[in-house]
């Protein structure tokens, strides 16, 4: 039974809060700019920035992947009916954890590591805070969502 | 040149007294407190930072999250990322002092206004079968090229490559107007962005008053409706307004480079 769920709540667009990765750009390149005379010349800023993109892009090129890899997780659900939900669970668990390790070994490498862990929790509670109302589908929706919060 | 102190990282200007108690850390490895230095009726938001060098994504989380956490409670001039005073004292001398006037009228611009930005990002396959069969041009050349062994159809080839990414920049020239269009009667300023990834459509940034929020949404929404099957659609904010951070916004101020 296909009802136009999507058709309404596109009508009902609110702004969503971004990853970093989604504003990065606007980050680095705006806001206001104290005359280059008077403020301390950073060694470096100009290399850091293009580091800034590469690293930050390159977590967005990973949380790419793993909502790719998480709705084909969710097809897979779907098509094998029967299956006890905790093997879902088991895998989805996997599969986050996978995500995060590459992504922290990411931030390890360029960043110095765990800069964001408190962060992430609040993040994470407040989406829970949620209500879960909706369908299936859309709640699937949300917990892509949120992972891809997690690392932004 | 510096009065002894230690440098200070700026994230951006408030008015001095809504100058706001922070829990979140600053730039720097182990994540700086920090605070503020006031000066007339402004208080930048600082935090101390040594001399070495500032860490790419880790620091600019931090700016980006002092940021966030500021403009949650108070208006806020976004400083550019990466900025550093000498000291205390260079930071009031050289930029508090010289602009506490026209800080004071850009807060006043920015007051119970938000930046809300709308990206929208082609599908490349099914942009380009519409390059292809809008144009006969490009479909002709395809044509061409296509029976041409590779060597041979070279020039051919970045020839209708150029004639491809000419399409591709009227696509997103009309699409950016159509957006603008709807979009920037209901905003106080509008800025249309680079697109910055070959597949953006449409990069653009707005500030709106608070109370127009729902009904500028009510307008994406309705956008989304009518281009959601060719552009896929992002609506991004609120955040502080970094895009209208500069001395244009604020009639009559200095200039400052």
């Keep these: 039974m296909a009802v136009d769920t999507q058709g ?23 806001g206001l700019v104290i005359d280059i005379y008077v ?11 293009i580091d800034a993109r590469i690293v930050i892009a390159s977590v967005d090129t990973y949380l790419r992947f793993a909502e790719a890899v998480n709705r084909l997780d969710l097809e897979a659900k779907s098509s094998s009916k029967g299956l006890p939900e905790m093997v879902d669970d088991m895998t989805s668990g996997a599969a986050k954890s996978k995500t995060k390790g590459a992504l922290e070994g990411v931030k390890e490498k360029l960043t110095g590591g765990d800069d964001d862990d408190d962060h992430d929790d ?31 | 040149m510096s009065d002894g102190g230690p440098a200070l990282y700026v994230y951006g200007v408030v008015r001095a007294p809504d100058a706001p108690q922070l829990d979140s850390l600053g ?34 989380r931090a700016h980006w999250r002092v940021l966030e956490d500021v403009a949650k409670r108070t208006t806020v001039v976004p400083v550019r990322f990466g900025t550093v005073m000498a000291g205390r004292e260079e930071l009031v001398q050289e930029f508090l002092a010289p602009q506490a006037d ?36 490009v479909a ?19 020839r209708l490559g150029e004639l491809v990414s000419g399409e591709v920049e009227r696509c997103r020239e009309r699409d950016t107007a159509a957006v ?26 707005f500030l709106v008053e608070e109370e127009r929020v729902a009904e500028f949404s009510k307008a994406v929404g309705q ?13 991004l904010g609120p955040m502080p307004p970094y895009s209208f951070a500069d001395a244009d916004m604020a009639a009559g101020s200095g200039s400052w480079a």
Aim: aromatic share 4%; hydrophobic share 35%; net charge negative.
């Design chain 1, 8 to 30: 309404q709540s596109n009508y009902l667009a609110r702004p969503q809060p971004s990853g970093l990765a989604e504003v990065i750009d606007i980050i680095l390149d705006k």
């Design chain 2, 102 to 137: 026209s800080l004071a009228a850009l807060l006043g611009e920015l007051d119970g206004r938000v930046q809300l930005s709308i990206k929208a990002f082609y599908d490349e396959e099914r942009l380009l079968g519409e390059v292809v069969s809008g144009s006969p041009a």
């Design chain 2, 223 to 235: 956008l989304t409706e009518e281009l959601g099957e060719r552009l896929r659609m992002r609506y």
């Design chain 1, 122 to 152: 609040e993040d994470v509670k407040q989406k829970q805070k949620q209500p879960r109302s909706r369908s299936k589908s859309s709640s699937s929706g949300s917990r892509s969502r949120s992972r891809k919060d997690d690392d932004e």
């Design chain 2, 140 to 158: 002709q050349l395809r044509e061409k090229v296509k029976g041409m062994p590779e060597a041979a159809g070279y020039y051919e080839r970045i």
């Design chain 2, 180 to 205: 603008l269009a709807r979009l920037e009667p209901l905003a106080v300023a509008a800025k249309n962005e680079d697109p910055g990834t070959a597949d953006t459509a449409v990069n653009a940034t």
């Design chain 1, 39 to 49: 403020r301390v010349s950073l060694v470096g800023i100009e290399l850091l920035t």
């Design chain 2, 27 to 60: 730039v720097g490895d182990r994540g700086a407190r920090l605070s503020d230095v006031v000066h007339g009726g402004v208080a930048a938001i600082v935090s101390e930072v040594d001399e070495g060098p500032l860490a790419a994504a880790r620091d600019l």
